[in-house]
């Protein structure tokens, strides 16, 4: 029952510790000591070096670790037409701690064109060996959600069904893009989904002026409509994420309230989905998964600290998601990356590495 196609029974959700030498790289180049060609060459050096990590720990599947990224979602908004980064009032609000202050705004038509991301991309493909690499990229559902109606020029978009079908064309044209630069494996992030699940934030939503429900329901017409005509040969998986930023969360709340929406209509080939701890509630929303070949990839594995998980209780738990979802279609991974942002997660290198050798121990003898 092993999987020799993506996503694979063990798998990994994209970014690992930054490195010293990407860390000392990326200060020399803000003080102006090395030029944007030396940053990149320490990159592709650190990037050769995880990915050999990651097929040393026995994964099939290999990610650039987002080295070259300082955020999961901006370094890729960035990239886009019709946006442009500005510098927030306040950062985002995580349990305790807050992320440095940025924002996004629409303040042009989305578009697509000759984005960055897609030389990382074929680099990653260059060094990646006989493993799968995979590439990890924000779900659209992230560019709208976070600041609404206010970061969108209403002069360019009066209407937003015009803005949705953009951006839904905008992300098309991205997988399509990664898909002619050689791309097989690609993932969406999506911290939207655990948004909608959490009393908290479908309170702040409705105070906004937006109905959680409703958004669902646009988010997933969204993603249908960036998916239509994707290659056969092509892997998308979609990643469900409370929030990693230095250990901690935002939201909280099993998927139960997003979960006929989410699992019943959109049409990914895969579901990363965390469950490392009670945040996540229980798998009966499993049960809304369509039987076939659709994967979820249970995020069993925490990434917030580095205490080693026992095996056969995780293994228990995957016997208990099989209640509500055939054990055929799922598949093991950490709940979400080690560092979505720079300044990485409260664990050490080795911890990270043990983790991910834990992974692929279990995966081979469950499966």
């Known amino acids: ?19 010293d030498a990407i860390k ?16 990149r060459l320490v990159e592709n050096e650190a990037i050769r070096q995880v990915v050999q990590q990651q097929c040393d720990c026995g994964l099939h599947v290999v990610t650039d670790g987002e080295f070259r990224r300082a955020w999961w979602h901006f370094d890729f908004f960035d990239g886009l037409e019709g946006v442009e980064r500005y510098d927030a009032q306040a950062g985002i609000q995580f349990n305790g701690v807050q992320t440095r202050a940025h924002g996004v705004r629409v303040t042009g038509k989305l578009g697509f064109g000759d984005h960055p991301m897609l030389d990382d991309f074929r680099y990653l493909k260059s060094i990646s060996g006989d493993a799968q690499p995979k590439m990890t990229i924000p779900s659209p559902s992230v560019l709208h959600f976070r600041g609404g109606r206010k970061d969108i020029d209403a002069t360019v978009y009066p209407e937003l069904d015009a803005y949705f079908d953009d951006l839904a064309t905008t992300w098309r044209d991205a997988i399509h893009a990664f898909y002619a630069a050689g791309c097989r494996y690609l993932q969406l992030d999506d911290t939207v989904w655990a948004y ?17 429900d409703e958004l669902a329901r646009i988010y997933a017409r969204v993603l249908n409509k960036a ?26 709340g099993g998927y139960e309230p997003v979960a006929e929406v ?21 798998f009966a929303p499993l049960r809304f998964v369509r039987p076939g070949s659709q994967q979820v990839v249970l995020g069993l594995i925490t990434t917030k600290n580095g205490e080693l998980e026992n095996p056969d209780g995780v293994k228990a738990r995957l016997q ?36 991910v050798r834990l992974v692929t121990r279990i995966a081979q003898q469950v499966w």
């Not at 029952?1 to 490195?19: E, I, T």
């Not at 989410?262 to 509630?281: K, T």
């Open 24 to 39: 000392q790289a990326r200060q020399q180049f803000a003080q102006g000591d090395i030029t944007a060609e030396q940053l």
């Open 196 to 212: 909608l699940c959490s009393d908290e934030q479908r309170r702040q939503i409705r105070e906004r002026g937006d109905d959680p």
């Open 227 to 252: 998916l239509e005509g994707k290659p056969a040969d092509l892997t998308v998986g979609l990643h469900v994420c409370r929030g990693n930023f230095r250990s901690t969360w935002i939201s909280e």
């Open 262 to 282: 989410l699992f019943g209509s959109v049409n990914v080939d895969a579901f990363f989905l965390e469950y490392d701890n009670d945040r996540s509630g229980d």
């Open 320 to 355: 208990e998601a099989a209640k509500y979802v055939d054990l055929s279609q799922i598949c093991l991974s950490p709940q979400c990356g080690f560092a979505s942002t720079e300044e990485g997660n409260t664990l050490t290198e080795a911890q990270q590495w043990d983790k």
């Open 1 to 19: 029952m092993q999987r020799h196609q993506a996503p694979f029974r063990a798998d990994v959700v994209g970014s690992f510790l930054r490195p």
